[in-house]
């Protein structure tokens, strides 16, 4: 059994982990944890390194339901001076344990000691930097479903080297771009690695797909300029992060006449963030404004649609419509729902679970706190 620390936007992360281990038997699951039982423990090394959504990923152990027999078992493995870390998700008094746990070691007149600071969970930085995941002294105690599970981290996200490859300083850092963790999450979710993005301008989507180790991706976009400007970026990511393209290409299209595209037989999925209209501002956006937008809005992507399935397109479709908030109330750009349940079929994004569920119209929500507009995610294949 396996333990997957979610991410904040929890109900993606979760769709993240179904779209990658479709078949994985589910344990249990909340805001914070998902429990699976996966038959391969490589399996899950490799795919971890292209998830997004996923803190750490901590592997039961079994027979050991004592933390102290656990932590001591470990440091006797140990030549050297023994370093360990413990975070509790549940009731426990961490101080307590570690304590505890010192006074544990010393009496077995083994040295080692721990490296949470303040009697704190530890971060993925901390973890990293100690190297607790290679010593395999990285140890977490769950509660969920009213049993207490102790595991040992086997995988934590590198968020450095996350930060580290920040192509966002090659560019304009637009209020209201894509977040990566998002594009990734969305990618994943198709489920496939060719992918086509027809709004592709910020090609936030194309990129983290070519750090992705995707082979193919391309992109068009209805302005000439931006077209341009994402022909240089797409270079720039190949030429700078490491990475396994074979095809990569960008041209300009207006999406409304999608069935033109050379993309649509190349790629095997499109996945996009398409046109979110007008950006508004928090003090200035109005339910009319928003209205008037959406009008428009809807016919782009009426025609986009009837398109699409004119030109006979039945692979995957994962996109996010906009959706707005007023003073703390959120509007939906609920016309489109018929327009898809008119062209397409929506697809499940989470497995069935009893307690997190999708939005009504079977899509996810991404939001930054104090942005107007926040992402409708859907997952569509065209009828
Ligand atoms: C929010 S951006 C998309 C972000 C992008 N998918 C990414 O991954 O960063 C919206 C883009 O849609 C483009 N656009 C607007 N109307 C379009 C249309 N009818 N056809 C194609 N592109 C369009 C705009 O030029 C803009 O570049």
């Not at 426990?92 to 704190?120: H, P, T, V, Y």
């Not at 750090?211 to 068009?220: A, D, F, R, T």
């Not at 037989?265 to 963030?273: F, G, P």
């Not at 428009?296 to 986009?304: A, H, P």
Request: hydrophobic content about 40%; some cysteine.
């Amino acid at each position: 059994m396996y333990a997957f620390q979610l991410w904040r936007e929890y109900k993606l992360s979760i769709a993240e982990i179904y779209a990658l281990f479709p078949t994985a038997i589910h344990i249990f699951v909340d805001d914070r944890f998902c429990i699976l039982d996966i038959a391969s423990s490589q399996e899950i090394i490799q795919k971890a390194s292209r998830m997004w959504g996923v803190i750490k990923i901590i592997e039961i152990e079994k027979n050991m339901s004592d933390i102290s027999e656990l932590i001591i078992q470990n440091a006797q493995e140990h030549e050297w001076k023994f370093r360990y870390g413990l975070s509790i998700f549940g009731s426990w008094n961490l101080k307590k344990i570690l304590m505890d746990q010192k006074r544990s070691l010393k009496s077995a007149w083994i040295s080692g000691r721990f490296i949470n600071k303040n009697f704190e969970n530890l971060s993925s930085a901390q973890i990293i930097g100690e190297d607790l995941v290679t010593r395999l002294s990285d140890f977490t105690i769950i509660e969920a479903d009213k049993k207490t599970y102790v595991w040992k981290t086997m995988w934590v996200q590198d968020i450095d080297a996350y930060s580290k490859r920040d192509y966002g300083k090659t560019r304009d850092m637009l209020v209201g771009m894509l977040p990566p963790k998002l594009a990734q999450i969305m990618i994943n979710i198709s489920g496939w690695s060719k992918i086509y993005d027809p709004f592709c301008w910020l090609w936030t989507i194309l990129i983290e797909s070519i750090l992705m180790q995707n082979v193919e991706v391309y992109g068009s976009d209805i302005s000439p300029e931006n077209t341009e400007k994402t022909k240089k970026n797409i270079n720039y990511a190949r030429k700078s992060f490491d990475n396994s393209i074979k095809t990569a290409d960008a041209s300009v299209l207006d999406a409304t006449w999608i069935s033109s595209s050379p993309y649509l037989k190349k790629a095997d999925s499109i996945v996009t963030e398409g046109y979110l209209g007008q950006a508004f501002l928090p003090h200035s956006v109005t339910l009319w404004k928003i209205t008037e937008e959406k009008k428009q809005l809807l016919e782009m992507y009426k025609k986009f649609f009837i398109w699409l399935q004119k030109a006979n397109f039945r692979k995957p479709l994962v996109i996010s419509f906009p959706f707005w908030e007023i003073q703390g109330k959120y509007y939906y750009f609920s016309e489109i729902y018929d327009i898809i349940k008119q062209y397409g079929k929506t697809l499940p994004l989470l497995p069935r679970m009893d307690d997190i569920k999708h939005t009504k119209s079977w899509s996810l929500l991404y939001k930054r706190p104090g942005q107007v507009v926040g992402r409708e995610i859907f997952k569509i294949k065209i009828r």
